[in-house]
């Protein structure tokens, strides 16, 4: 039996976005970092006060499902 051949993994192209939250602190990004890392397609989420950095697979999310996510936990979010 032949093992069909492996190729490398292609990366995947992401975007790179910041995103507003007012009234989010340190301890509040993080929660919303983790929530954002919960979905598919976001590869990384680095919050800062007010705002939160974001790297995100553009074919399978758009902004604006990021800006959904967050406003769910409970922020005001926007784009910056």
Excluded: C, N, W
Aim: proline share 6%; glycine share 12%; net charge positive.
């Amino acid at each position: 039996m032949t093992q069909a051949p492996t190729y490398p993994s292609i990366p995947v192209r992401s975007i790179r976005t910041l995103i507003g939250v007012r009234g989010m602190d340190k301890e509040a990004g993080l929660r919303v970092a983790a929530g954002l890392l919960a979905l598919g397609g976001v590869l990384k989420a680095t919050p800062d006060d007010g705002q939160i950095e974001v790297h995100y697979d553009p074919s399978q999310h758009t902004v604006m499902d990021l800006i959904r996510a967050i406003r769910q936990q409970g922020f005001l979010a926007g784009m910056l």
